[in-house]
């Protein structure tokens, strides 16, 4: 699949200690086909899937429970063994403290795996709601070979699996078998992600949103125990990147999939450096 490269970057590469940026037009996706999942299993939530671009904008409880479930810590994929290159930043000494560790996460999801992840979220919540086989295989095709470096592969397939399994078993719907049957290779964290949340009903913008949040919340939680910093500190790093968290959404939900693209090259470089790391705490 030809992917088109985003062209025009206006972003100063992240130097040490510094971040980079990118002006990105608020891009328009193109109509789509929509649909709905058929049948719900095993859900006391019987109503169709709203198939207006939005979804179900009205979040009930059942939706909140299940992704609260899926998105917890104590979910069963192993998140809290990857860092995402942050173990090398905090040895380069790129991050040193609550506000580098803000800044350097900022580019990650404004401009880095963030965003991608968000757009690849977007795009198999969609597809699995319009039951469209064709493009749930293109989507985690280019999410599988989006990532760029070994370490960044095995941190969102490793992570994918383990959600497809623990899902299929507790909260199983239609839509991973659709996913089983369109895609047989490794399947990245936000298509598994996405694709349980359109079969189960929930509302692609507010489950966009709580996948973002959830992935940065790992991140802060990575840098906590590298910098090391507090708790509290913690809670100020994720509480000021709540109008990122807000951004990488709309902006995932309004970008095409052939527009995907990143520009934070030296967080892409962390992730490749750390896989030569001489003592290592976490797998990437």
Known sequence: MAIRTVAIITATIMTKGGRAGVNRPL????PRKRGA????ANSGDKRPLDTRPGGNERMDTAALYRLMAWLSPAYPIGAFSYSTGIEWAVEAG?????????????VMLGEGGGFADGVFFAHAHRAAAADDSGALRAVAELAAAFVPSKERFLETTAQGRAFLEATRTAWPCPAIACLDNAWDGPVALPVAAGVACAGHGIALAGAL??????????W??????????GQTDGQRVLAALEPAVGAAAAHALAT???EVGT????????GMRHETQYTRLFRS
């Open 37 to 40: 999942i058929k049948a719900i």
């Open 263 to 270: 520009c934070a090259f030296r967080a892409d470089l962390a």
């Open 209 to 218: 949103h709580a996948f973002l949040h959830a992935l940065v919340a790992n």
């Open 94 to 106: 790129d991050i040193t403290n609550a506000e580098t560790l803000r800044t350097w996460l900022a």
């Open 220 to 229: 802060i939680s990575a840098g906590l125990r590298l910098i090391p910093l």
């Open 256 to 258: 095409p999939l052939e």
């Open 27 to 30: 891009l328009r996706s193109p």
